[in-house]
């Protein structure tokens, strides 16, 4: 199966690891991946922002550079919420109404990489082993825009050695919601910290989100505050095959 992998600008510039991570799961599971060169940002800040019209040659070059492919992936709940809900409006309002059929049916071919495994691949269990204790974070987009619900939860429930820990109020925003977090920078920190206090409850080693703009966010404060707890983004755990130490002594020492 042929997928292009569209990284989203944030990743590419402050969590290449994680496009590396999808990458590695989408070859395990058979896929042959490209990453075509011309991609940029999506347009979603500029759009939640308030500057739809300068997303607009964006949103353009995104139809350009991914509609010959069947199937694009995305690390990025917010992302892939961009590209199905705001660029059909923002085609009609600011580029071109007969574009809009061709932007949607791109977006209907995007998906948030949890979704693609599970919804397109079939696929629940993709061989990762993770042996730590950790909690999941429903980023606002991938929960109420894109409906991933458990999509997510049923990929970490099948990583070998992980231990997942439910996260108290995790419907809960992080704060960050892009510019939010900068042009509402006291009400975003109470958020922060609210989400914070409900990670360290939990005991765990980590906590894993589908959106690595949350995790910075939430890796932030965590650092911040020494809690020794880290951030890692859900393709990070399903691309591991970190040994697990209680696997390692079953078999006389042997992973």
């Given at each position: 199966m042929r997928v292009a992998l569209f990284a989203t600008c944030l990743v590419d510039a402050m969590a290449p690891p994680v496009a590396k991570a999808t990458v590695t799961v989408l070859g395990?599971?058979?896929?042959?991946?490209?990453?075509?060169?011309?991609?940029?940002?999506?347009g979603q800040m500029h759009t939640n922002t308030g500057y739809a019209d300068m997303a607009a040659p964006m949103v353009k070059n995104h139809l350009e550079t991914f509609e010959p492919y069947e199937y694009v992936v995305t690390p990025s709940g917010s992302c892939a919420a961009s590209i199905r809900h705001q660029h059909p409006w923002i085609t009609r309002d600011y580029l071109d109404p007969?574009?809009?059929?061709?932007?949607?049916?791109?977006?209907?071919?995007?998906?948030?990489?949890?979704?693609?495994?599970?919804?397109?691949?079939?696929?629940?269990?993709?061989?990762?082993?993770?042996?730590h204790r950790v909690t999941y974070h429903p980023a606002c987009h991938g929960t109420r825009t894109l409906g991933l619900g458990e999509l997510p939860?049923?990929?970490?429930?099948?990583?070998?050695?992980?231990?997942?820990?439910?996260l108290?109020?995790?419907?809960?925003?992080?704060?960050?919601?892009?510019?939010?977090?900068?042009?509402?920078?006291?009400v975003s920190s109470a958020m922060l910290a609210d989400k914070v206090h409900h990670i360290l409850t939990t005991g765990a080693e980590a906590c894993t989100a589908v959106d690595a703009?949350?995790?910075?966010?939430?890796?932030?404060?965590?650092?911040?505050?020494?809690?020794?707890?880290?951030?890692?983004?859900?393709?990070?755990?399903?691309?591991?095959?970190?040994?697990?130490?209680?696997?390692?002594?079953?078999?006389?020492g042997q992973p």
């Open positions: 395990r599971l058979g896929c042959t991946v490209e990453f075509p060169l011309s991609q940029t940002c999506c007969e574009l809009v059929d061709r932007v949607e049916a791109l977006g209907n071919r995007t998906y948030e990489l949890s979704e693609f495994i599970v919804n397109v691949l079939g696929v629940t269990d993709v061989g990762a082993v993770y042996p939860l049923k990929l970490l429930h099948e990583v070998r050695g992980l231990e997942l820990v439910e108290p109020e995790a419907a809960g925003c992080c704060g960050f919601g892009g510019t939010f977090a900068i042009k509402n920078a006291d703009s949350c995790l910075l966010h939430i890796g932030g404060g965590l650092s911040r505050n020494r809690t020794g707890v880290d951030t890692i983004h859900l393709a990070e755990i399903l691309a591991s095959t970190e040994t697990d130490p209680t696997v390692t002594a079953a078999n006389g």
